[in-house]
């Protein structure tokens, strides 16, 4: 009984403590080969993997160790399988699944691989394939997976952006004069992680952050100016938080500022929005405005949530365990009740998050209190708790694959 | 006996444990009243300032608090004293300083300010001015403060700057293709921020940061993309740490990237360097190629040395002992040998410090690996020790001026 185990998409602080918990599983339930693909489906393309030395993976603390190794350590890729499933590279996976007899296939990932997913396991329907599990376990920053009530790897990245404009404030804040700091943040289609910002102002009796900007919002370049304008009477420093995919409602900010570069995934790559903006103030108010792009750290953050990367190494496990005795699901995790923080695990079907966006409710944004509200009570519970990063003379040391492969 | 102590120039993670040294002193030393001027000397000439309550500041615990407390929590200025003595602000501030009975006043910041105890100092020998001592400490993440081993506040910076670097590492190693990441790092003449990048270095068996470029370094652009072709050789995924302030030797990069604006001390700004070298290499060498900028998370992020806070206090406590005896003084510390860190303290003039800048030296620049040891040998000790940041509720919590001040 042999499984492999891949990662995809953007990286995570915490898609490694899913990766330890499918291990762990492997380890716990006798699998005899635990198999690690390299850049994800690539690896099982190209017959790209390694092996897990059981010995080495208790003796090294992989197990802890994975849960604050940032970034996926299996590596990732963009690959988008054909939509078309008589193209030759599936029947080079299921050739490569059978070689190895693997019996259980989980793919670490988001949206984008829970479609490669749903597409294998079409195609194993198909062509009556059995023997073979293939599961989904989520993962990604944005926070905008279906089915589920956060994304694992969200809560690290909120705990991130939250801690950092609190630290930005007090920056911004040492000068006497009038000044607008905008902090551009992740996000394409949902504002998740511009509004995870809105934890800075947590228990501060002054705002230390005064306005988010979303993608699900409805605005016109007018109307943001209007809102900066009005809190500049009463606020020296004025800090935006704005997620990269916000665009106002006619696209004048648009037109200038964003690339039409494309992905893999035919996604746009947006760039560059909090600095035109921060132009754009400075032009219209003549008050100093600079932009800051938190930039890739906010996936990378070795500040990790310990309540995601407990919740991440449960998917990664369960995962596995699901894949023992069934195909085609993705284990989630779902909130008991508002009030007091009580998850329950459940699981999906691909169907339900490939291709799909989960974006902050209409609701929310009626008013910036209530969206301060709405997205502190949701968002506070996730960040709980800090997962100990190993120093080493002053550095944090990161688990290398090599310590527990053969 | 009353004392006022006051932070200037750009904010560090560790300017407020010189603040909490020096409120300390003058709690130990029986000081009646310690003042703390608002906005650096501004306070001082506008009678913009708060008292401590010694009850308060131990009550409230701010002498550890302050260790953790990132940016200047007495705001700071840009004010640049006039070079004519005659000018009315000095005799302004002399009135607000006798009017408070002021017997020592400490004066915390960089070369700039230093340029200020300077000035103040030269005003009290021409006006036979006695009873008052004005004496600095020093603070910079620059490290480019002339006289000492480091500047305090470099340590956290340069421990943010390399432990950053590691976790930006294992993000850009995900994807199996070639790719540059050009990380912008601050420092527009001294290139000591940019080079602690190589810390990322230290004990990995591979290269985790293969090119850093720095101001003191006299190179053209084509040896620069000589240097990234012949990296791309055998690594896939190139990390180049670059200071803003680096400049080719025909200035290639520079025509294109740096803003004409400047600063209250007729400082160049420049910003945007790393992006024009990105676009530059994708466009010459046909690869992924992307620019991070690390931007103002550098001086106020709560990953902090405790080695540096440690010094931070016991510089701003010597600072203000100093000042009940001398004026027209510096502490600063000095590293007694290379091959064990021990340091001790001494002071120096502000007249060596003000106005000038301590540069890598020209040794170290020979080649890279050379570098590379000169760098990590220097600033490994100085990064050792975390202080410990408070959370509640999974955010960090800072303490607040208004805790502590009657």
Redesign the interface.
């Given at each position: 009984m042999n499984c492999i185990i891949a990662q995809s998409g953007g990286?995570t602080s915490v898609i490694n403590a899913s990766l330890s918990g499918a291990i762990s599983a492997g380890i716990d339930f006798g699998f005899d080969r635990i198999l690690l693909s390299?850049?994800g489906i690539?690896g099982i393309l190209g017959g790209n993997f390694r092996e897990v030395d059981k010995k080495k993976f208790k003796a090294t603390k992989a197990k802890d160790r994975l849960m604050t190794?940032?970034?996926?350590?299996l590596?990732?890729?963009?690959y988008k399988l054909a939509d078309d499933l008589k193209d030759p590279s599936y029947e080079k996976i299921f050739n490569f699944l059978k070689s190895e007899n693997i019996s259980v296939f989980i793919y670490i990932g988001g949206n984008d691989s829970m479609d490669t997913v749903m597409k294998l396991n079409t195609y194993m329907e198909d062509n009556n394939i059995e023997g073979i599990n293939i599961v989904g376990c989520p993962k990604t920053i944005d926070n905008d997976l279906n089915g589920m009530d956060h994304s694992p790897g969200f809560p690290s990245a909120a705990?991130y952006i939250?801690?950092?404009l609190?630290?930005?404030r007090?920056?911004v804040?040492?000068?006497?004069l009038k000044s607008v700091t905008v902090v551009e943040i992740m996000g394409r289609h949902a504002g998740w992680l511009a509004a995870s910002s809105l934890?800075?102002n947590?228990?501060y009796p002054k705002e230390l952050v005064n306005l988010v900007y979303v993608p699900e919002m409805d605005k016109s370049l007018d109307e943001l100016m209007a809102e900066v304008k009005a809190k500049l009477d009463y606020e020296n420093n004025l800090i935006i938080a704005l997620a990269e995919g916000f665009r106002d409602r006619k696209g004048d900010l648009d037109k200038v500022t964003f690339s039409n570069a494309k992905d893999g995934f035919n996604h746009k790559v947006v760039s560059g929005v909090g600095q035109r903006l921060a132009d754009y103030i400075r032009d219209r108010l003549g008050i100093k405005s600079r932009a800051?792009?938190?930039?890739?750290?906010q996936?990378?953050?070795?500040n990790i949530?310990l309540?995601d990367a407990k919740e991440a190494f449960s998917l990664g496990y369960r995962a596995l365990k699901l894949g023992m005795d069934k195909t085609n699901l993705i284990p989630v995790l779902r909130r008991k009740n508002q009030d007091s923080y009580e998850v329950y695990y459940t699981e999906v079907k691909p169907s339900e998050i490939a291709n799909k966006e989960m974006k902050i409710p209409k609701s929310w944004l009626k008013d910036y209190d209530t969206f301060s509200q709405k997205m502190i009570s949701y968002a506070?519970p996730l960040?709980?708790?800090?997962a100990e990063v190993h120093?080493?003379?002053?550095?944090?040391v990161?688990i290398e694959l090599g310590e527990f492969i053969k």
């Open positions: 990286p390299l850049n690539e190794r940032p970034s996926s350590i590596g990732s890729c963009r705990k939250g801690s950092t609190r630290a930005i007090a920056d804040d040492i000068y006497d934890l800075a947590h228990k800051v792009e938190l930039s890739i750290i996936r990378t953050s070795t949530s309540t506070l960040i709980k708790g800090e120093y080493e003379d002053g550095m944090p990161f």
